[in-house]
């Protein structure tokens, strides 16, 4: 494994959890426009990140272990 493999895959993993920030954003906006109360909204934007990351993990170990 070289030094290119092992940042592309240090850069794919911080690009999910930078994508995975920006959809707990978007369902925290999305429930308080939807009348949640804010503890509410937290949570379902906490909701949101966790599913998001998780996601983004498993497509993301199938390809590394596809592509390794």
């Known amino acids: 494994m070289n030094v290119t493999h092992i940042l ?7 690009l999910a959890v930078v994508f995975s920030f920006f959809v707990a954003g ?6 308080r426009w939807g009348g949640s109360p804010v503890p509410e909204s937290v949570s379902t934007s906490g909701k949101a990140f966790a599913m998001a990351l998780m996601v983004i993990s498993a497509v993301l170990a ?4 596809v592509f390794k």
């Open 8 to 14: 592309m895959v240090l850069l794919s993993i911080g």
């Open 26 to 31: 978007v369902a925290f906006a999305v429930a």
């Open 62 to 65: 199938v390809v590394l272990g």
